[in-house]
């Protein structure tokens, strides 16, 4: 009894503390509230420019809205002097380098991400990972200079020719190669994308249980096995993601497309011929638009643009959210 | 005889499967060292002293160099900063110390959406945003372009540092009876801040290649851009539009431009990893 009223000595038996009870003002004084609004400020001014940004797009593009509605995607003409916009053309130049750029990036991203979490020591993987990674800080326009001088040239001596002869009958190897084509733009994509695809599915990777590997070893699988059918299949859905990502950074790719493509707006089967993507269409053409219907039809494919990676983006964090590693950012 | 398990069709497919996957891994890593190659090739032949002192020559005139866009670089980088990274750094504290509930993870999902924008779509924004009510190009709107772009970054990886203080560090701070925005101060933000940095330089790094965003913006401009509402010449503009004209000396021009650009970055970057190596988790772009 005597220990408990000791315990209790000094302490207001109400239980309130007033000397560590902030007034308004003098919490004020101390700074919370003035910090707590400062951040809130900003970032309230983040969801302020996103929305803007939104805002922009969608009422700068109203004209050729009205004007075309859902047609201009399904139209292929593209025409400032008779003022008839569609954007056909450029969405198949988007799509179809996109595809190249991942039919390339794909296999191999995956292959050197399997190496580096399964088999190579953790430091060589780490150092190459890097190295890897040093390939995504590289800017868009140096991809594009090496393109025009390196890669063409090399495309159109060495792999094109053997490309024709192997392959030549079928329509999408069909025709001369002028060397700006679908192909280049697309081989030039799978370089810019395959960081991606390998820094992310390695880290998945990674993240597999080591129990999923021991479970088919001790069944006598071999390591390939255990790779292609116990490993993969667990991170099928962080790949699947880290695809989506380099997809999503591919179809926005302007620069380098701009300088390998060859901007000849045409729909083409083969992929040796010169086209035209969105981005690209947009970069060399904005400066230039004369007239509102033509300005706002730019807009318009700007805004397709900014939707379709959006989703994209967003499949991708679905994706890699329910593959539940938190350690997985982008 | 004794019957060996895997058989050797399995033991076959092992060794060329894992074989490809290092081939894989070799090519990618090699694609670096081609780019770094050829620019140090092209790019360190064509360099001189001039490249950093003179303005461009004149067509046809060999010569010149690019004082002018590699100070217009500068300049848009340092109004890229002030514009990026207080609305960024601020932000990032707001969601590492104070943010909770709906208003946060908003906060959090468009700051992913502005990252997911392509540049290009950005240039469009900043056009209609600056460059018509101005009605001409400047290097303020291509700062602006640059500073928005920097943004997303600059939150991500200001929270991430900033939640990686341990909370011991800020119960001490309060247990002295500082206020929570006098423990973030002087506490929790000099505990991060080599991190939030190296997140700033590399964050920096990345818009400085940048040129989509540029092309309707700060433009270009063949001579000294007179003070921040005049159109200004760029390192990665400056790149595309020599690299795709037809002159031989406008290509050598951009070799060396395309390899000082990428020097600057990689340095950045490396620099970076060194900086950030003791950390496990190294905050990525």
Do not use: C
């Given at each position: 009894?005597?220990?408990?009223?000791?315990?209790?000595?000094?302490?207001?038996?109400?239980?309130?503390?007033?000397?560590?009870?902030?007034?308004?003002?003098?919490?004020?004084?101390?700074?919370?509230?003035?910090?707590h609004l400062i951040t809130l400020a900003a970032a309230f001014s983040i969801i302020l420019i996103t929305a803007l940004l939104v805002w922009q797009l969608w009422s700068g593009s109203k004209l050729p809205r009205h004007a075309f509605g859902w047609h201009f995607f399904t139209t292929s003409s593209w025409d400032p002097i008779s003022r008839d916009f569609g954007a056909l053309t450029f969405i198949y130049g988007t799509v179809l380098t996109s595809a190249i750029g991942l039919v390339i990036a794909v296999p191999l991203g995956l292959g050197a991400a399997?190496?580096?979490?399964?088999?190579?020591?953790?430091?060589?993987?780490d150092t190459l990972t890097f190295l890897i990674e040093l390939l995504a800080a590289v800017p868009s326009v140096i991809y594009g200079l090496i393109g025009i001088f390196v890669l063409i040239p090399i495309l159109?001596?060495?792999?094109?020719?053997?490309?024709?002869?192997?392959?030549?009958?079928?329509?999408?190897?069909?025709?001369?190669?002028?060397?700006?084509?679908?192909?280049?733009?697309?081989?030039?994509?799978?370089?810019?994308?395959?960081?991606?695809?390998?820094?992310?599915?390695?880290?998945?990777?990674?993240?597999?249980?080591?129990?999923?590997?021991?479970?088919?070893?001790?069944?006598?699988?071999t390591k390939w096995d255990v790779t292609w059918r116990a490993v993969l299949p667990y991170a099928r859905r962080g790949i699947a993601g880290s695809i989506f990502l380099a997809l999503a950074r591919a179809l926005g790719e302007t620069m380098a497309v701009t300088m390998v493509i060859g901007n000849v707006a045409q729909i083409?089967?083969?992929?040796?011929?010169?086209?035209?993507?969105?981005?690209?269409?947009?970069?060399?053409?904005?400066t230039e638009a004369t007239g509102d219907l033509y300005l706002q039809s730019l807009i318009e494919l700007g805004l397709v643009l900014f939707l379709v990676t959006m989703i994209i983006n967003a499949l991708a964090r679905v994706l890699m959210l329910t593959m539940g590693s938190h350690e997985v950012s982008e | 005889m004794r019957r060996r398990y895997p058989p050797l069709t399995k033991r076959i497919t092992n060794v060329v499967m894992l074989s490809l996957t290092g081939v894989c891994a070799f090519m990618t890593v090699s694609v670096l060292f081609f780019i770094l190659g050829y620019?140090?090739?092209?790019?360190?032949?064509?360099?001189?002293?001039?490249?950093?002192?003179?303005?461009?020559?004149?067509?046809?005139?060999?010569?010149?160099?690019?004082?002018?866009?590699?100070?217009?670089?500068?300049?848009?980088?340092?109004?890229?900063?002030?514009?990026?990274?207080?609305?960024?750094?601020?932000?990032?504290?707001?969601?590492?110390?104070?943010?909770?509930?709906?208003?946060?993870?908003?906060?959090?999902?468009?700051?992913?959406?502005?990252?997911?924008?392509?540049?290009?779509?950005?240039?469009?924004?900043?056009?209609?945003?600056?460059?018509?009510?101005?009605?001409?190009?400047?290097?303020?709107?291509?700062?602006?372009?640059?500073?928005?772009?920097?943004?997303?970054?600059?939150?991500?990886?200001?929270?991430?540092?900033?939640?990686?203080?341990?909370?011991?560090?800020?119960?001490?701070?309060?247990?002295?009876?500082?206020?929570?925005s006098e423990t973030i101060r002087n506490v929790v933000i000099p505990a991060a801040i080599n991190g939030i940095v190296t997140g700033i330089m590399l964050d920096l790094a990345r818009v400085a290649g940048e040129t989509a965003p540029l092309l309707f913006t700060s433009f270009g401009n063949e001579?000294?851009?007179?003070?921040?509402?005049?159109?200004?010449?760029?390192?990665?503009?400056?790149?595309?539009?020599?690299?795709?004209?037809?002159?031989?000396?406008?290509?050598?021009?951009?070799?060396?431009?395309?390899?000082?650009?990428?020097?600057?970055?990689?340095?950045?970057?490396?620099?970076?990893?060194f900086a950030l190596s003791r950390r496990e988790h190294m905050v990525r772009r």
């Open positions: 009894m005597g220990t408990s009223t000791t315990a209790t000595q000094g302490i207001d038996p109400g239980g309130q503390i007033p000397s560590f009870k902030y007034t308004w003002v003098e919490r004020l004084k101390k700074g919370d509230e003035v910090t399997i190496f580096l979490a399964e088999l190579a020591p953790r430091k060589i993987s159109s001596n060495f792999v094109v020719p053997v490309l024709k002869k192997a392959l030549g009958f079928l329509p999408i190897f069909s025709g001369p190669f002028y060397g700006v084509s679908y192909f280049s733009a697309g081989v030039i994509l799978s370089l810019m994308i395959v960081p991606f695809i390998v820094s992310i599915s390695r880290e998945v990777l990674l993240a597999v249980p080591n129990s999923q590997r021991e479970a088919m070893l001790a069944l006598g699988a083409k089967v083969s992929l040796l011929a010169p086209g035209y993507t969105i981005a690209a269409v947009i970069a060399n053409e904005f | 620019l140090v090739y092209y790019g360190g032949k064509s360099l001189s002293l001039s490249f950093f002192t003179q303005l461009p020559a004149p067509v046809g005139q060999t010569g010149g160099g690019m004082a002018n866009a590699i100070v217009g670089t500068v300049k848009l980088l340092a109004l890229a900063t002030v514009i990026g990274i207080p609305i960024g750094g601020l932000g990032g504290v707001y969601l590492a110390e104070f943010g909770t509930g709906w208003f946060s993870f908003l906060v959090r999902y468009t700051t992913d959406l502005l990252n997911g924008v392509p540049s290009i779509v950005m240039g469009i924004f900043v056009y209609g945003l600056v460059v018509l009510p101005m009605h001409h190009f400047s290097t303020l709107a291509g700062g602006i372009a640059l500073g928005i772009m920097m943004i997303p970054i600059a939150v991500r990886s200001t929270e991430e540092f900033l939640r990686a203080v341990p909370r011991s560090l800020r119960e001490s701070g309060m247990a002295l009876g500082a206020s929570k001579f000294w851009s007179k003070g921040w509402l005049q159109p200004t010449a760029s390192l990665p503009v400056v790149i595309f539009n020599y690299a795709i004209s037809p002159y031989e000396d406008w290509h050598r021009q951009a070799w060396a431009a395309g390899f000082v650009l990428l020097a600057g970055i990689l340095m950045v970057n490396i620099f970076a990893r």
